[in-house]
């Protein structure tokens, strides 16, 4: 059985996953509209991912006796400046979850809830994952610059990337 505040938290983190494959939703919107066809592909399939954590969390919750309770999701910001800064906010957000997962484990040690430390560990190396990805293309950004052959390129790999569901 989840305490009440691992559950509350739990319910908090949905609500996280959900809002970041809106803000990807965003950021789709955003690329396509700057005819980045790939790069918003690759955001797409980010908002998959994002969904299917948020999932994970959903599923988790009744298996442990806790109940679902969703809140409303915040407004993603809907402008950037260029594809660099998009992809740089995409790291900086994933960041940011890296720390709200961290935080979610040392609640679980603290509630010596040694189940959800355990449900935990796929995502700490998920967000391993995810920050690399977003890394990866912020460097490459950074070498082909915000337009010309090399942005043009580098839009045909991410236009590549494909959604595979995590393991159950
Ligand atoms: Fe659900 Fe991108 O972390």
Redesign the pocket.
């Known amino acids: 059985m989840l305490s009440e505040i691992m559950q509350e938290a739990l319910n908090i983190q949905i609500n996280k996953?959900i809002y970041?494959a809106y803000l990807y939703l965003s950021m789709a919107a955003y690329c396509d509209s700057i005819n980045l066809k790939g790069f918003a592909n690759w955001m797409t399939i980010q908002v998959q991912?994002?969904l299917s954590?948020a999932h994970k969390f959903f599923n988790y919750l009744p298996e442990r006796g806790g109940k679902v309770t969703l809140q409303p999701i915040d407004g993603p910001e809907t402008e950037w400046d260029s594809p660099l800064a998009v992809f740089k906010h995409v790291y900086e957000h994933?960041q940011l979850?890296t720390g709200l997962i961290n935080g979610l484990v040392k609640l679980a040690r603290e509630e010596e809830d040694y189940a959800t430390e355990s449900f935990l560990k796929w995502f700490i190396d998920?967000?391993v994952e995810?920050e690399a990805s977003a890394s990866e293309v912020v460097e490459k950004l950074k070498l082909a610059g915000d337009q010309g052959s090399g942005l043009f390129m580098l839009d045909r790999e991410l236009g590549a990337r494909v959604f595979t569901p995590p393991a159950a």
């Open positions: 996953e970041s991912e994002e954590h994933e979850v998920e967000q995810e």
